[in-house]
């Protein structure tokens, strides 16, 4: 429904890769993608909640849960890539190297939502970093030259938080509550 407040839970990218990928980003501006994600909204999104309602007292007490059972962690970003097909991607991305600590963490918060709001994800999830979605223009992208590309980076995950939508603000995301990971 219209003027409903979405929310979503995802890790802060930081500033460093999130200045590289600008970086790139801008190589990229002709490209046609109708919409570039702006530099202070890059994130992983854990998961996608949409309109939470009376559930959001309820999902911070089992997030505060789902927190105090993992601790911090490092991840690694990798090379950009496209969901979709080259020649006409939907989202134009950096990936993340796959991390066991990170993919629990994000089962455990999918299972909180699907609990509470009775929805379950059924695609299997992709950690990565959204730099561009929407494309709009006829040639495509080359597959070889997103390969060649890549942002090695490691840093350490020791928190995630709670973001409110704001679609028509810069940045869009507002983050309400940080989650502490335990120090490892």
């Known amino acids: 429904m219209k003027g409903e407040q979405h929310y979503f839970i995802g890790i802060n990218v930081p500033v460093s890769i999130a200045r590289q990928a600008e970086n790139w980003a801008k190589e990229l501006t002709p490209f046609p993608f109708k919409q570039w994600t702006y530099p202070d909204d890059y994130h992983i999104t854990l998961q996608f909640l949409g309109f939470v309602g009376n559930k959001k007292e309820k999902l911070i007490n089992r997030l505060k849960e789902?927190?105090?059972?993992?601790?911090?962690?490092?991840?690694?970003?990798?090379?950009?890539?496209?969901?979709?097909?080259?020649?006409?991607?939907?989202?134009?991305?950096?990936?993340?190297?796959?991390?066991?600590?990170?993919?629990?963490?994000?089962?455990?918060?999918?299972?909180?939502?699907?609990?509470?709001?009775?929805?379950?994800?059924?695609?299997?999830?992709?950690?990565?970093?959204?730099?561009?979605?929407?494309?709009?223009?006829?040639?495509?992208?080359?597959?070889?030259?997103?390969?060649?590309?890549?942002?090695?980076?490691?840093?350490?995950?020791?928190?995630?938080?709670?973001?409110?939508v704001h679609p028509a603000s810069k940045p869009k995301y507002k983050k309400i509550l940080s989650f502490s990971l335990r120090s490892q």
Not at 69 to 91: E, I, L
Not at 122 to 141: D, M, N, Q, S, V
């Open 66 to 164: 789902v927190a105090s059972r993992h601790s911090s962690f490092s991840m690694q970003t990798g090379q950009y890539d496209v969901f979709g097909a080259y020649n006409k991607p939907r989202v134009l991305y950096v990936s993340l190297k796959p991390n066991d600590k990170l993919m629990n963490l994000q089962r455990d918060i999918q299972a909180v939502w699907g609990d509470l709001s009775g929805l379950y994800e059924k695609r299997p999830y992709r950690a990565h970093i959204t730099i561009a979605k929407k494309w709009g223009g006829e040639a495509g992208l080359s597959e070889e030259q997103l390969k060649q590309t890549l942002i090695k980076e490691q840093f350490q995950v020791s928190s995630f938080a709670l973001f409110e």
